[in-house]
């Protein structure tokens, strides 16, 4: 597959748009497969300050919300992700769970939407009676594969840098997705999905997608992931501001499906 660091708006809509109706279609389905937590981030819980303010990026189904809660956090966090559906089940998993020195706050946006800071500057007024706070810390776990486009990529991490204070750290994880066999039997051809293979950048992958909830006939769905190396995340990290403090694989039967970093603000 060509490499190219210059996709196409184009290509980078359709990517974004198979996402979108992937989550749209299959929301329901995908939060009944996220009920628990993946070891590699109930692991980091540790090494997470229990008090600060924190932004989630692809908070999901609102799992991670309700063992902040559970665990007594004290601070903020506020949840960001684009489905509706997600949202909602984030918001009734975590009902109740806010206290007078937690509060719990969720978002709509995608990571591409260029608005996403400006939205949360509504949210950061509500909260600390400002339209900006720099935050303890930044998560974002098995989001950031999901966005189309190197050049989008290094635009969302220099708002993650904007957004950190100065010893800020951001946590997040990627799939890799070559370390499972049954994964891989996924893959698709570009052209079933109606991409142009020529506009895809290394390592930028279709997947098949199939799971029903029980009385549903099972459906396929396609996703769009992109397959980081450490090398890539290296570069992004530079380019964006950060130092990479640790990086260590977890999840999955054989503990290798996904990439977790902590990077630091430079």
Avoid at 143 to 165: F, Y
Avoid at 173 to 189: D, G, P, T, V, Y
Wanted: charged residues 20%.
């Amino acid at each position: 597959m060509p490499y190219n660091s210059n996709m196409n708006q184009q290509t980078q809509n359709q990517l974004t748009a198979l996402n979108d109706q992937f989550y749209q279609t299959f929301a329901g389905a995908f939060a009944a497969t996220r009920m628990r937590l993946q070891p590699g981030i109930r692991g980091l819980m540790d090494e997470i300050p229990r008090h600060g303010n924190w932004l989630d990026l692809g908070c999901g189904n609102g799992a991670l919300g309700k063992l902040w809660a559970e665990q007594q956090r004290k601070g903020s966090y506020i949840g960001l992700d684009f489905s509706d559906e997600l949202l909602e089940h984030a918001r009734q998993l975590t009902a109740g769970l806010e206290t007078d020195e937690l509060t719990l706050r969720y978002l709509k946006s995608g990571l591409t939407d260029d608005p996403w800071p400006i939205e949360l500057a509504d949210v950061c007024n509500e909260i600390f009676s400002k339209p900006s706070v720099q935050f303890d810390g930044i998560l974002s776990f098995a989001a950031l594969h999901h966005v189309p486009g190197a050049q989008a990529r290094v635009k969302i991490l220099e708002h993650v840098h904007r957004l950190l204070k100065s010893d800020g750290i951001f946590i997040h994880s990627e799939w890799q997705f070559q370390n499972s066999a049954k994964l891989m039997e996924r893959r698709l051809q570009a052209s079933d999905a109606g991409i142009d293979e020529q506009q895809l950048e290394t390592g930028d992958t279709i997947l098949d997608w199939r799971f029903s909830l029980p009385g549903q006939e099972e459906q396929v769905g396609q996703r769009y992931v992109h397959l980081f190396t450490e090398a890539e995340l290296h570069e992004l990290a530079q380019q964006s501001g950060f130092l990479i403090e640790k990086t260590w694989y977890s999840d999955g039967k054989s503990g290798n499906l996904a990439l977790y970093q902590i990077w630091r603000n430079a």
